[in-house]
């Protein structure tokens, strides 16, 4: 009898070791699985300016599915769509919108669907005497993943009569299983217009995966 309570209190202990073993194996492979992506794509700790905006809360795979998707895409280029502008907003008499949209699909590590999501640039210009003035640029995401905030851009010419503009940008996100916290990962954009031309190209790139 003594053999066989001796036997069930040493299969107990092992199983209880191994139940301990396994949480603890989880836990270190998704705080390795965040620090990786961490490493791998920029992510940095948000500060407090950007606390009073509505960030969405999300898993850290879901982020993944949407960094995946950037960086998947980073050497993709699209080709510019221009608008005629309606109303004032400066000098000259020809008014043009350059717009720049990217539309992506993230997807969990499992290949799940997650969802659409899409970033798109806006850069005012006027044109008069065949001169370009670059008036402002506006940042828009359609998604309820994170929120991308930028800050106008920088504008050059070339030689050619072309117009570069490059800037960089970030989005935010809550990370729920990393207890909430608030993190952004910048977003390098770069584009060209040629107006005589009426064609230029752009692309949107991870800063980390410009590096």
């Given at each position: 009898?003594?053999?066989?309570?001796?036997?069930?209190?040493?299969?107990?202990?092992?199983?209880?070791?191994?139940?301990?073993?396994?949480?603890?194996?989880?836990?270190?492979?998704?705080?390795?699985?965040?620090?990786?992506?961490?490493?791998?794509?920029?992510?940095?700790?948000?500060?407090?300016?950007?606390?009073?905006?509505?960030?969405?809360?999300?898993?850290?795979?879901?982020?993944?599915?949407?960094?995946?998707?950037?960086?998947?895409?980073?050497?993709?280029?699209?080709?510019?769509?221009?608008?005629?502008?309606?109303?004032?907003?400066?000098?000259?008499?020809?008014?043009?919108?350059?717009?720049?949209?990217?539309?992506?699909?993230?997807?969990?590590?499992?290949?799940?669907?997650?969802?659409?999501?899409a970033l798109c640039v806006s850069l005012k210009f006027n044109i008069d005497k065949n001169s370009v003035y670059y008036v402002g640029t506006s940042y828009d995401c359609v998604t309820d993943l994170f929120v991308w905030k930028g800050y106008g851009a920088s504008i050059s010419a070339t030689p050619e009569g072309g117009t570069v503009f490059t800037s960089t940008s970030y989005i935010y996100f809550r990370v729920s299983d990393e207890g909430n916290c608030l993190v952004k990962v910048p977003v390098s954009f770069k584009g060209s217009y040629d107006f005589d031309a009426a064609q230029g190209t752009y692309n949107f790139t991870l800063s980390k995966a410009a590096n």
């Open positions: 009898m003594k053999s066989i309570n001796l036997f069930l209190a040493c299969v107990l202990v092992l199983a209880f070791t191994a139940c301990s073993n396994a949480e603890s194996d989880g836990f270190e492979d998704n705080s390795s699985s965040f620090e990786s992506m961490r490493s791998l794509y920029g992510i940095e700790v948000a500060s407090l300016e950007i606390q009073s905006e509505n960030i969405p809360s999300v898993t850290a795979e879901e982020m993944r599915g949407v960094l995946e998707a950037l960086r998947k895409n980073s050497d993709t280029s699209y080709d510019c769509k221009v608008e005629d502008v309606e109303g004032y907003y400066g000098t000259g008499n020809d008014k043009k919108t350059v717009m720049m949209t990217a539309e992506y699909k993230a997807r969990t590590r499992s290949g799940a669907f997650l969802e659409n999501f």
